[in-house]
């Protein structure tokens, strides 16, 4: 594939973190509002940033013109593994930060861990892209379909 830049990297770990944020915040304030415990916040928040996160990836490829069969096998092949890496690190950082767990949405240790949490992620998942996207694997499977 040849030399894949850092900005081009850092620009598909943007994207995934984009995605990532959404529903880890949604599944955040819904957990919250239904008053569950942490555990099941936390798999709601995860199963929702992978949702958000293929949800960018296909709406771009489905602008394209692509069917929705091929561009949901393109939105996996190309967001499966860094959506994994990301939410390993960010719910580890919250999962390992003191009180960071019990802190409510109203509280600014939430948010404040949260961002910290999400910058670790982009920051850890920054070079993964850039050695699946080096490979042809990741997002540049979706560069085709960008215009």
């Keep these: 594939m040849g030399e894949v830049s850092w900005a081009m990297a850092a620009k598909a770990t943007l994207h995934c973190l984009t995605g990532c944020a959404i529903g880890e915040v949604l599944g955040m304030i819904i957990g919250t509002a239904f008053g569950w415990g942490n555990v099941q916040t936390m798999i709601l928040a995860i199963i929702l940033a992978f949702f958000f996160g293929y949800a960018l990836t296909l709406r771009g490829i489905l602008a394209a013109g692509v069917d929705f069969k091929t561009a949901f096998k393109v939105a996996l092949a190309a967001d499966t593994l860094s959506i994994a890496v990301m939410e390993i690190i960010d719910n580890g950082v919250i999962a390992l930060w003191p009180g960071a767990m019990d802190a409510h949405l109203s509280e600014p240790t939430f948010w404040i861990v949260l961002a910290i949490a999400l910058a670790a992620?982009?920051?850890?998942?920054?070079?993964?892209?850039?050695?699946?996207?080096?490979?042809?694997?990741?997002?540049a499977v979706v560069h085709q379909y960008h215009h």
């Design 121 to 139: 992620a982009f920051v850890i998942t920054t070079p993964v892209n850039k050695w699946m996207i080096g490979r042809g694997k990741g997002h």
